[in-house]
């Protein structure tokens, strides 16, 4: 029983790719709008923060495997493991997002190439999304195999991915109205707090022969209750600014991004948490 923080590995792990898929939609999206490109080489530049932060998401779920050798065990069932998808998908998104900044940061990328390059990537990041959620759907873990699993992690794609494109955007100088993007995150915040009510009513319902799913997190609850309130004000200090009128600043948007981060890993440590096997029977 416990918060999940003994697979802190596979948090940050997750919550950052699921992330960072979301964050390099967002300023994909924007190097493909504009034709400056100064504001392009801008962009690239602050994208850098996320194959960054995708190099230290995958060196922690090697850490999971107990030895960094042992990682590449994970490849040996390709298309037949879920496991073993989901380190390809992964891989597949960081070498293209990898490469494709690494060409354009040096300006040896074709114009042309990049934008088909920089497109499939982010669809790879999506890709990579759904191979995690297919990791998780095991049929003896009644508290993970439910819809609520794929819906929190494409959700922690479009409440994360907006604000912290918007942040590396503002470091950019990019002339963003991130009105549109703000909404986004709103919409999946509020699918994340039905599903969280939801799922809360439903794991009162689960129990195996030798344990009940409500046991395993005692502080569901108050856990759920601080991940909430500190997503809310991450939110906030991104959406205020905007109904001012004015854009929010780029250490508004830093702080917002870590506190929506905060949230995302308290929510995933008590995903963690509920781990449970089905036993000899589940009610």
Known sequence: MGNGLHEWPLILFTVLGQSIAGGA?????????????QQKQRIVNAMLVLWVLMGLGFLASMMHMGSPLRAFNSMNRVFASSLSN???????????GGL????????????????????????????????????????????????HTTIGFFMTV???????????LRI???????????????IAYIVTIASVLLQS????????????????????????MIRLVATSLGLLLWILPIFRQSQPSAVSLLIGTLLVLFGELIGRGLFYGLHMTVGMAVA
């Open 25 to 37: 939609i967002v300023t994909g999206l924007a190097w493909l709008s504009t034709d400056d490109k």
């Open 86 to 96: 989901e380190v390809l998908f992964g891989s597949i998104f960081f070498a293209l």
């Open 100 to 147: 494709w900044w690494l060409l354009s940061a040096l300006k040896k990328m074709p114009e042309g190439l990049g934008k088909i390059w920089l497109i499939l990537t982010m669809l790879m990041g999506l890709v990579f999304v759904w191979a995690m959620t297919r990791v998780y759907m095991i049929s003896t873990v009644p508290t993970w195999d439910t819809p």
């Open 158 to 168: 479009f409440v994360v991915g907006p604000i912290l494109g918007t942040l590396l």
């Open 172 to 186: 950019a100088k990019f002339p963003l109205h991130s009105g549109k993007l703000a909404a986004i995150s709103i």
């Open 201 to 224: 009513g439903e794991i009162a319902l689960i129990a195996s022969s030798v344990q009940k799913a409500s046991d395993l997190v005692p502080d569901y609850g108050l856990l759920q």
